[in-house]
C-alpha cells in the first residue's frame, strides 16, 4: 500500500514538474548542498521527490515498486515508511556532506535504503 502511494506521489509530482515547467533545481525544490547547510533543511525532502527526465523517474519507480513491495511485506507498512523515510535523510545528509559541490534530485538515496533492508533481511532469512 506505502509503496504505491509513494509512487503515486512521485509519479505526481513529475508530472507536475512537466506540465508547470518547474525546474527543481533552480526553483527550489532540488538538494543544492550550500542552501541545505544554509538552513534550508526541507530540501532533503522535497529532491526526493523531484526527477529530471523520464527514464529517470522510471527507473526509480521501477526500483522502488519492485523493492518496495517486498520491503512492505516482510517488514510491514509503518517500518517500511520510517526505512524510507530515514534512507531519504540518510542520503540527502550524504551527499550534503560527501558530495557538498553537486546538486541533486531523485529518490535513489531512499530506494537504496530499501534495497539494504530488502538484503538484511535477506542474510536473516
Known amino acids: ?34 542552501y541545505v547547510l544554509a538552513g534550508q533543511w526541507w530540501r532533503i525532502f522535497t529532491a526526493a521527490f523531484l526527477h529530471a527526465d523520464l527514464m529517470h523517474i522510471a527507473f526509480n519507480m521501477f526500483a522502488l515498486y519492485q523493492v518496495g513491495t517486498f520491503v512492505e ?5 509503518p517500518r517500511m515508511a520510517i526505512i524510507y523515510t530515514i534512507a531519504m535523510v540518510g542520503g540527502g545528509l550524504a551527499v550534503t556532506y560527501f558530495a557538498p559541490d553537486i546538486p541533486t534530485i531523485g529518490a535513489s538515496g531512499a530506494v537504496f ?3 539494504g533492508a ?3 533481511a535477506g542474510l536473516r532469512l
Open 1 to 34: 500500500m506505502l509503496t504505491r502511494l509513494l509512487v503515486a506521489v512521485n509519479v505526481i509530482v513529475y508530472l507536475w514538474e512537466q506540465l508547470t515547467g518547474f525546474n527543481a533545481l533552480e526553483m527550489g525544490g532540488g538538494l543544492i548542498p550550500s
Open 113 to 115: 535504503g530499501l534495497f
Open 73 to 77: 511485506m516482510i517488514y510491514g507498512t
Open 118 to 120: 530488502f538484503a538484511v
